[in-house]
Nanobody, 118 residues
Framework: QVQVVESGGGSVQAGGSLRLSCQAS???????MGWYRQAPGKQRELVAA???????NYADSVKGRFTISRDNAENTVSLQMNSLKPEDTSVYLC?????????????WGQGTQVTVAS
C-alpha cells in the first residue's frame, strides 16, 4: 500500500503559473512518477513523467511550459506549470509506479483541480 498525496492546485489567469507537488507515503523504489490530467468527459492523458533514473517525458502540448522534477529522498515529484492556458484546465492526478517485491504496481492520487481563466 502506497498513499499518494497531491497539492498545489487552484485557479489562475491565463499566462500565470502553478506548482503541483506529489508525495508518496513511504520510502520506495519508484520506477516512474508522473502527472496525468483528466477533463470532464475525456480520457486520462499523460502530462509529464520522470523515471527513477531521471529521464523525462512531456506531452507535446506542454513542452516548453511545464517542467517535472523529483526529490528522491522525499519520494516527491513536482510539476512547475508556466504560461498556463485555458485548455490546461483539468483535474491533475499523480501517478507513482513502484516495484514491490518484484511486483509492478501503479498508485494514483485523488487529483487536484487546476482551473485557468481567460
Amino acid at each position: 500500500q502506497v498513499q499518494v498525496v497531491e497539492s498545489g492546485g487552484g485557479s489562475v489567469q491565463a499566462g500565470g503559473s502553478l506548482r503541483l507537488s506529489c508525495q508518496a507515503s513511504r520510502s520506495i523504489r519508484f520506477m516512474l512518477m508522473g502527472w496525468y490530467r483528466q477533463a470532464p468527459g475525456k480520457q486520462r492523458e499523460l502530462v509529464a513523467a520522470i523515471s527513477g533514473g531521471g529521464v523525462t517525458n512531456y506531452a507535446d502540448s506542454v513542452k516548453g511550459r511545464f517542467t517535472i522534477s523529483r526529490d528522491n529522498a522525499e519520494n516527491t515529484v513536482s510539476l512547475q506549470m508556466n504560461s498556463l492556458k485555458p485548455e490546461d484546465t483539468s483535474v491533475y492526478l499523480c501517478r507513482v509506479d513502484v516495484l514491490l517485491n518484484t511486483n509492478y504496481r501503479v498508485f494514483w492520487g485523488q487529483g487536484t483541480q487546476v482551473t485557468v481563466a481567460s
